[in-house]
């Protein structure tokens, strides 16, 4: 086995920290396609809650986790937008993905949202639409189609998450 030294430890730990701050900073946008796959998970209201059961409105189903900066500051935006869209027939669905509640209470006590939050403490909505990165937020039409996916948050995507709540809207 080959000892490195430590400035090529240093320049592999650099590659390797620089390549994830990449990842971050390009954050993905993409048109998708295909019936959102079904799930039903238990509300932070303490109610189960069936992502079929919002059919005919535009849901925005947001992955994320207490220990995720982007989430965090992402999520007041998107209780603007749940706010603000909510009586024109949209909806957000916070989905947590931790396996354990209690950061995201805690969370959500720092920063209350009036959407729903539904726990994923086992991973079966997160597996079902293959998250792999944090925040990840979908777009579903009012006919249950996926329509948009995005990967990552930086501030100002709410300004691109609005343009196609409007457009899902108005369809």
Request: charged share 25%; glycine share 6%; net charge positive.
């Amino acid at each position: 086995m080959k000892i490195l030294k430590p400035r090529a430890l240093n320049t592999i730990r650099i590659l390797i920290v620089g390549s994830a701050l990449l990842a971050c900073l390009n954050a993905t946008a993409e048109t998708i396609s295909g019936a959102a796959p079904d799930f039903t998970l238990k509300s932070n209201g303490g109610k189960n809650l069936r992502l079929s059961e919002h059919r005919g409105e535009v849901v925005m189903i947001n992955f994320w986790a207490s220990w995720c900066g982007p989430c965090r500051q992402e999520m007041p935006e998107l209780d603007k937008l749940h706010q603000r869209y909510q009586d024109a027939g949209f909806t957000v669905l916070g989905v947590n993905v931790e396996t354990d509640t209690k950061a995201a209470n805690k969370l959500l006590k720092k920063i209350p949202v009036t959407f729903p939050v539904l726990y994923d403490t086992e991973s079966t909505a997160s597996k079902l639409f293959d998250v792999d990165a944090m925040p990840t937020t979908l777009l579903v039409d009012r006919n249950g189609q996926l329509r948009y996916l995005h990967r990552g948050y930086k501030p100002g995507y709410e300004d691109k998450y609005r343009q196609q709540i409007k457009e899902l809207i108005r369809e």
